[in-house]
């Protein structure tokens, strides 16, 4: 964590999502069971200096003045989805867990006017812990257990400067996207016939882009510490 002096716009956001879903049946004869999580999240973080804004335009100010513009978004899924079935015949528990996101962090500084005295920061921070667990246990003369977990990772991060910047230090355009992914799918079917069976199903799509655009007049004199 770096200390910081002037002017800061921030947002965050901060996601801890768990669910758990548990399904349970027994008969003579057959017993089904189904037990299944869905999730969907989206979310949008944004931090923006907007289009016509004067950030310390007299350059006044503490030598250590600078400028942040930071969007940071965490989200940690867990999910976990079991189905138990027993019967004297047919056992059959399958569990799944669906988990569909799509973030968007943006940090902008659109056509606007900024100085510092120092740094200028502009950073998008984007990053995905999830967990997922999809069980199915089955006992009969017939068990047949399955576990199904899809997961859809979709997200944009972004950082960009636009207009005009004046830093004595550093200007930093920084986007920055981190996934950690921990699936586990299992099924058992125990019997005369058992069948078992686990399937784990990852799609990913995501942007990670930091830019300075075309027509902006960007200036960092790098007189600073150093960022």
Do not use: C, W
């Amino acid at each position: 964590t770096n200390a910081a002096r002037g002017v800061i716009v921030a947002a965050t956001s901060n996601d801890d999502i768990e669910s758990f879903t548990v399904g349970v049946a027994g008969a003579g004869s057959a017993a089904v069971v189904i037990a299944a999580s869905v999730n969907v999240i989206n979310a949008t973080t944004s931090a923006s200096i907007a289009d016509g804004a004067d950030v310390n335009v007299d350059m006044g100010g503490h030598t250590d003045q600078g400028v942040f513009v930071v969007a940071a978004n965490d989200f940690r899924p867990i999910s976990a989805a079991a189905g138990f079935a027993v019967a004297g015949g047919v056992g059959v528990p399958p569990a799944a867990d669906v988990t569909v996101t799509d973030n968007t962090t943006t940090a902008t500084i659109a056509d606007a006017i900024v100085h510092a005295n120092d740094d200028v920061v502009v950073g998008a921070y984007s990053s995905q812990d999830v967990i997922l667990v999809g069980v199915g246990l089955a006992g009969g003369t017939v068990g047949i257990g399955g576990g199904v977990n899809v997961l859809v990772l979709s997200g944009t991060t972004t950082s960009s400067v636009s207009g005009t910047v004046r830093a004595d230090g550093d200007l930093l355009v920084q986007a920055v996207d981190g996934t950690d992914v921990l699936i586990v799918s299992g099924g058992l079917g125990a019997g005369f016939v058992g069948v078992g069976a686990g399937v784990g199903v990852i799609s990913v799509d995501k942007t990670t882009t930091a830019t300075i655009a075309d027509g902006a007049d960007v200036t960092a004199l790098g007189t600073g510490t150093g960022y």
